[in-house]
T-cell receptor, first 114, second 115 residues
């Protein structure tokens, strides 16, 4: 079964703080994604990648950087965190083929920016 | 860009009642998109409920059904008789095969089923 692991699961930081959210998938999938989930907005796409070293801009990228270091690992970076970035973050992976677009999600990382 | 609009929640129904959560989509690709319903049960992560990748087809899972209607660009989620265990947040999503695109989601519909 597909496996996506996120860390940390919970994080509290202060305004201006530096945060890195990590995601590792063991599915051998090419595609990885970062979404944020907020009440009333659903899941919004921040960044995504279709392979190591590749980065694509999503719909709400402001204030976020991302880096895909290997096929397995995808990181989301908040270099100057703001309270508006308080959210639940989901990482996901998918393959390319008949199941294209079907996502396998991590458990989520809850970030609070004070 | 691609977008998804679904029933605004929260939605509350009584056990054994029928349910419909509406979902309509707009896709930029000329090819018909793949359509999905995901669910997030309390305390759990997001998981796939059902998917349909061919226009006109119906998907089903756990008593839920959704039919891909390309004429009305809709993918409504239905269940004839809900159970308390169906209480969750439901997300409609689409994926267009267009320039390495990414799945887009609706705002989510929180369903509460009263015993």
């Amino acid at each position: 079964e597909a496996a996506v692991t996120q860390s940390p699961r919970n994080k509290v930081t202060v305004t201006g703080g530096n945060v890195t959210l990590s995601c590792r998938q063991t599915n051998s999938h090419n595609y990885m994604y970062w979404y944020r989930q907020d009440t009333g907005h659903g899941l919004r796409l921040i960044h995504y990648s279709y392979g190591a070293g590749n980065l694509q801009i999503g719909d709400v990228p402001d204030g976020y950087k991302a880096t895909r270091t290997t096929q397995e690992d995808f990181f989301l970076l908040l270099e100057l965190a703001s309270p508006s970035q308080t959210s639940l973050y989901f990482c996901a992976s998918s393959d390319w083929g008949v199941n294209t677009g079907q996502l396998y999600f991590g458990e989520g990382s809850k970030l609070t920016v004070l | 860009g691609d977008s998804v609009t679904q029933t605004e929640g929260p939605v509350t129904v009584s056990e054994s009642e029928s349910l419909i959560i509406n979902c309509t989509y707009s896709a930029t690709s000329i090819a018909y998109p793949n359509l999905f319903w995901y669910v997030r049960y309390p305390g759990e992560g997001l998981q796939l409920l059902l998917k349909v990748i061919t226009a006109g087809q119906k998907g089903s899972s756990r008593g839920f059904e959704a039919t891909y209607n390309k004429e009305t660009t809709s993918f409504h989620l239905q269940k004839a008789s809900v159970q308390e265990s169906d209480s969750a947040v439901y997300y409609c999503a689409l994926f267009s095969r267009n320039n390495n695109n990414a799945p887009r989601f609706g705002a989510g519909t929180k369903l509460s089923v009263k015993p």
